[in-house]
Each structure stands twice: as C-alpha cells, then as structure tokens.
C-alpha cells in the first residue's frame, strides 16, 4: 500500500525515476480497485460511473509514475506513446516497464535503489 500512496505524492511529477516495484504495485492497487468498483457498480446497477472517475483521478498519477518508470530504464517518458500502436506498442511498452534500472546515476538521477 505504501507504493500506492507514494505514486499519489508524486501525483504529476514527471521528472525522476520510479523503481519496477514502485510501478507495479501501483498498477496492481488499480487494477484491484477497478475490479471493486466495478462489481460495486454492477450490484447497484450504474453504467461504469465510478470506474470512470476513478479512471480520470489516476490518469496524471498514470501518466507521472509510468514516465519515471521509464526513466528508470534511461529512456525518455515520450515512450509511453509507443502503446498507441496497436497490439505491438503495447508489447514493447511492457517490456520496457518489466526491464531493471540501470545500476548507475543516469540523466535523469540517481538510481532509486540506491536509497532503498
């Protein structure tokens, strides 16, 4: 829960790196979160309401956390519009985010694991 609430004190920032466990523990609490909500919204009868907010809340925090992932890797966040190719960006975006850090300072600071 702790990366959870990190990725949301970070909520735009877009400079920096993020740890592979930092972006997947986010993406796994929203994940379980979306999954809730819609159970929720099927049991009251609402048509993906709150999913979609909670879609538009975690979009900058989405974005934020996805583009210092990639920097983790030393590439720039510009990479995340690779996933608007279809099927094949998505692929590639994966196995960026699923790649470590690069053991060094890199241009983008110093390695997150370092601190841990």
């Not at 990479?79 to 190719?85: G, N, Q, R, V």
Request: glycine share 8%; net charge positive.
């Amino acid at each position: 829960m702790e990366w959870y609430v990190k990725a949301w004190k970070n909520y735009a920032v877009f400079q920096g790196r993020a740890r592979r466990k930092e972006y997947w523990m986010f993406f796994l609490f929203n994940l379980i979160i979306s999954i809730v909500l819609s159970i929720v919204e099927s049991l009251i009868g609402l048509n993906s309401v709150l999913t979609g907010l909670y879609s538009l809340a975690v979009l900058l925090p989405s974005l934020g956390i996805g583009v210092r992932r990639l920097h983790d890797s030393g590439r720039s966040g510009w990479w995340l519009l690779i996933s608007l190719i279809p099927l094949i960006g998505t692929i590639i975006l994966i196995v960026f985010l699923c790649q470590d850090s690069e053991p060094n300072d890199n241009q983008y600071g110093a390695n997150p694991k370092a601190f841990a």
